[in-house]
């Protein structure tokens, strides 16, 4: 038996070293898109003289940035636990995630302080056609490299390249925009159109800034599983004969791995070897559903009481956040 959990571990390290050259060609990727997108801009912006694309093309820039961030994040994320981090570098993808959000933050107040400037000083734009033609452009290249991106997301659960999605997300909206005040000031003859285009731009921004933040927050500040994924473990044991509850779950993500610690509770009347056999076996079956988990599970006998504490309540019976009922959310 105890060869299971052994054989599940190699192969979640397969596993981990494909995730780890997935992650890294979705960097790669972005760092390229983001260096053709900033040439084209750069040649744009100095032809039309547009505030939007002046914001598209300061966005690009950060993109070139943010890209190499999230690189490096993946790359130290992907190294194996050492001596000194004993739980691996899985954080340093939440903390790609975290410079990325201020780079975008700050794009997002120079694009707005610049928009402002140009609507006051009443500007105007030039060349609209070339303009228009370099955003067409860059839409084509982002829905590519946001079509891999997904692709990679949903084979890693990568926190960092996640941010990054939601950044070049938004520049296809970003180029929509831009396209929109070139052609409204140029020939609509719409007043002020471009300036307020950058600055709904560097609003849009700000937005995903703060929601990108919220999940690499989380991951930092070791946040629960999500209910649901905290019910499905405790599903995936339920059924074991030998187990008769189980307490003090503790969950958490670091970046590209989940631990989860508990305690379970079982015949006082077993041996060491027996209980460990046990113990193997909820190993086991947790690894095939959750292949890159870390486990950390202690045994207790039934009826067995801490000093400093109640009776465990049994997460089996009483639900997956009975060890803190007035924190608990409705399903």
Known sequence: MTSGPATIAVHAEEARARRALLTRSAAIASMSVAALLLALKIYATARTGSTA?????????????????????????????????RFGHGKAEALAALVQVVLISISAVGIAARAIEVWLGGGRVEQAEEGVVVSLIAVAATLLLLAWQRHVIRKTGSIAIQTDHVHYKSDIFLNFAVIAALLLDQYAGVTGADPIFALGIAIWLGWNAWEASQHAIDNLMDRE?????????????????????????????????????????????MTVAEAHEVMDAIEASLLARFPETEFLIHTDPEGHVELDSDRPVDLLTEGVDADFPEQAKPA
Do not use: Y
């Open 53 to 85: 694309m002046l914001g598209s093309l300061a966005d690009t820039a950060l993109d070139i940035v943010a890209s190499l961030v999230t690189l490096i994040g993946v790359w130290v994320a992907a190294h194996p636990p050492d001596s000194d981090h």
């Open 225 to 269: 599983w999500p209910v649901e994924k905290r019910e499905e473990l405790l599903d995936t044991i339920r059924d074991n004969p030998d187990l008769q509850g189980v307490h003090d779950l503790r969950t958490r993500t670091a970046g590209n791995r989940d631990f989860a610690q508990f305690h379970i509770t079982v015949d006082p009347n």
